[in-house]
């Protein structure tokens, strides 16, 4: 079973951006898929974005697409999640998946007020 440890997760205000980091260990990094998920208080974990082992290959969730940027640095075993443009909608815990496996880290908490 891999490990994964975000971090990056903190207070911001509304147009704000900031980057979330997700460092694996415990599998071949390189051959992985990953996905970030966020959960609000009351509701399931939803899915933000995803990155394939072809770096090129991402999706993601139709509120993301737009401000977010999924990326992975093989040589790090780390995930990244950039946000931009920060709005009061996107707070909550981000989880970052390794897909395929049930391997979770514990999440980071964004919170995006003014």
């Known amino acids: 079973q891999g490990h994964l440890q975000e971090s990056g997760g903190r207070s911001v205000q509304p147009g704000d951006s900031l980057r979330l980091s997700c460092v694996a260990a415990?599998?071949?990094?390189?051959?992985?898929?990953f996905s970030w998920y966020r959960q609000t208080p009351g509701k399931e974990r939803e899915h933000v974005a995803s990155?394939?082992?072809?770096?090129?290959?991402?999706k993601y969730s139709d509120s993301a697409k737009v401000r977010f940027t999924i990326s992975r640095d093989n040589r790090q075993n780390t995930v990244y999640l950039q946000m931009t443009n920060l709005e009061p909608e996107d707070t909550g815990v981000y989880y970052c998946?390794?897909?395929?496996?049930?391997?979770w880290g514990q999440g980071t908490q964004v919170t995006v007020s003014s």
């Open positions: 990155i394939y082992s072809t770096p090129t290959l991402t």
């Open positions: 415990g599998f071949t990094f390189s051959d992985a898929a």
């Open positions: 998946h390794r897909m395929n496996y049930d391997d």
